[in-house]
Structures are given as C-alpha cells and as structure tokens.
C-alpha cells in the first residue's frame, strides 16, 4: 500500500514507519517537527520507499499520485505545562492538528478512497468515573480545563471521522492510544517516562506529581505498533482501546525506576497535583482489541523500561548506569 502518515517524525510515528516499511508499504510521511524530530527518521533518509514533506496538516494537503490508506497521527501530546512542547504551551496548534488536521486527512483519503485510520486517546475518557476504562464509556471531560485543548480537538476528531464513515461510506478506523513508552520519546517533553529516566540518569531526585497515588498503564510501543497495524487491516469502526492494562500507581513506577540504577535515584513527592484535571486513574480494557484484532501486549514493564533506559543513555552524555 502506499500509505500518507501523519507525524511521521514523532515517537510513535517513526516506530510505525519502521514497521510499515518492514511489512513492505511505501510512506508519504507529514510533519511540521512542532515536537518530533528528523533524528527519528534520519535513519529513513535514503530508503527510496519513504518520503518526508515537511507540512503542517492543519493546512490543505496536496498529495499526488494514488493513496490506500492514510494515518492521522500528527498532534502535540505531552500534557506538561512546563515543557515547550507540551500542549498546554502549544494550545491552538494542538486544536489546529485535532480539527483541521483531521478534515485535511480525512479530504485525501475521501479523493483517493483510501482507508483511514485516527490516532485518538485514552484522554477522550477524561478523569474517569468508569474502571477499567471501555470503549463504550463517553467519559467525563472538562470541555474548558488546562487538558481541554487535547481533549475535545481529539473528541472531535473522533466525530469527525465516524461522521465520514457514515455520510461518506469511508473505510475509517480510531485507535484510542493509552500511555505508550520506548525509544524517541523526546526527553525534554515532560511526560512521565522521559522525565523519571532523565532525572534517574542525572543522578537527580525523580519527581511525583500529587501524592504519586494516581495511576496509568504503561504499553511499550512495539506492543502499540503491532495493534495499529492489526486495527489498519481489519474491518472493526468503532473505536479501539489498545494499551496495556497493567495499572501501577504513579509512586510505584517512580521506585520501580529507581531501583534501575545504583545507587538508587531518591523521590520527591510533590503535594501539589500538576494542575487541575490530571486523571486519578487510567487503564484500558482491551477485551475488544482482543476479540476482533487478536491483540494483547507482549513486553512486560522492567523489559521495556530497560530498552527505554539504553535509548535515553545515548542522549544524555555524562550517564550512571
Ligand atoms: P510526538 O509529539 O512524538 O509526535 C507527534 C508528531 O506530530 C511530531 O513529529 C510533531 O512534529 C507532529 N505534528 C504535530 N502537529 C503537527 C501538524 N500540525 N502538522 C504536521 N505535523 C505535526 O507524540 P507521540 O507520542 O508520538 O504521539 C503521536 C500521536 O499519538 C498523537 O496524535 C497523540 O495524540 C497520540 N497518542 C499518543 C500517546 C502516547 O502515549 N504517546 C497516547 C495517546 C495518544
Ligand atoms: N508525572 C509525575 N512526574 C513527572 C511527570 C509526570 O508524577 O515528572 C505524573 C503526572 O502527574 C501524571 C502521570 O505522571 O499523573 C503521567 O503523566 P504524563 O505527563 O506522562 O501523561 P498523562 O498520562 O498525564 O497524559
């Protein structure tokens, strides 16, 4: 298939270029490096069956020649304030990527009747009242809170393509991602894995937000990648929950980190939580990934940190190990 992927430079995309270039598709990759990097693809650069145009989706998209399927994948998605490449710093161009982005690419997959797959998030459940979470939950979302900009461009995005599925009869799919982890995160974005592992590298103490009581559920990206790729084929529309249901308080995760390098990185647990509207608790149930894709996640947490700890010692130059 020739497939146009948007983000293509950002974590999760230049995994899944790695794996559709694998599986033998040709890739008309997008990206404006807002928050990705030509680093995660450099290694792409002389392959003839990839392609990078530099673009921002939120504006009209030219693709020539034909298409089979497009992949929408393109957004800011750290929620840290503190980083300039988390949404809250990036508030217009992530509602920008979720609405117009997802009209653009949803316009180039309607024009070549190609499939079309959107990259939402466990975020469209908000703080949820519903555990696990089920695909079937509508969620509870502050539509004004410091998440709203991510939150609601991602709902949107999800009602903008069920709406070309049925008024257009497009081949659509959504994942909804849960917190996903590995190598080419940026280090620098905030989130919790590149923060803790960062810090644990430099020696310093690994910071929990809140009284560390809060929880996620962590799925190595390979794990995520294979589901993208399993849902891109099938012929399931409703949206898709794939992420690993193993749930561990965010305390825990800070001392399982931790306990990686010697001596020991110590724990500051904040009292403030980061903001308002960061979820109390987060795990997916993925019994539909697993009845229509065949799915589950295979790496468990200490093997993929482990891999993930080897990518971030090659970008922090003085290290412990
Ligand atoms: P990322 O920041 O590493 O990748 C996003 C990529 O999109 C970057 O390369 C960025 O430059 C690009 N981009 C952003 N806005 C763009 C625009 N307007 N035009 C062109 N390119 C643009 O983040 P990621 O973690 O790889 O996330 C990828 C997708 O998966 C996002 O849509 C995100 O919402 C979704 N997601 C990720 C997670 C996770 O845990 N990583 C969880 C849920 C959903
Ligand atoms: N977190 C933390 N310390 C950090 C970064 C994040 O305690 O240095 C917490 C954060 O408050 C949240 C969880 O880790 O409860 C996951 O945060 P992340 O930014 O990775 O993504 P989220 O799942 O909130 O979208």
Known sequence: MRIVLSGAAGF??????????????????LDNFITGSKENIAHLAANPHFRLIEHDVSKTIEVSGK???VMHFASPASPNPDSPYGYPQLPIQTLKA????????????????????????????GDPLEHPQKETY?????????????????RFAEAMTMAYYRYHNLDTKIIRIFNTYGPRMRLDDGRVVPNFIGQALRGEPLTVYGDGSQTRSFCYVDDLVDGIYRLLFSNEHDPVNIGNPAEISIREFAER????????SPITVHI?????????????DITRAQTVLGWSPKVPLDEGLARTVRYFQTKIPKQRS
């Not at 230049?14 to 008309?28: K, N, Q």
């Not at 509508?138 to 991602?154: F, L, T």
């Open 272 to 284: 403030e939580r980061r903001g308002s509207g960061d979820p109390q608790r987060r795990q997916p």
């Open 67 to 69: 298409v089979d399927a």
């Open 257 to 264: 980190i931790s306990a990686m390098f010697q001596p020991p």
């Open 138 to 154: 509508w969620g509870h979302v502050d539509p004004v809170g410091p998440r709203s900009v991510y939150d609601e461009a991602k």
């Open 98 to 125: 979720g609405a117009l982005g997802t009209h653009n690419l949803l316009g180039v997959a309607k024009a070549s009747g190609a499939r079309f797959l959107l990259a939402s998030t466990s975020e469209i459940y």
């Open 12 to 29: 999760i995309g230049s995994h899944l270029c790695d794996r559709l270039l694998a599986e033998g598709h040709d890739i008309v990759g």
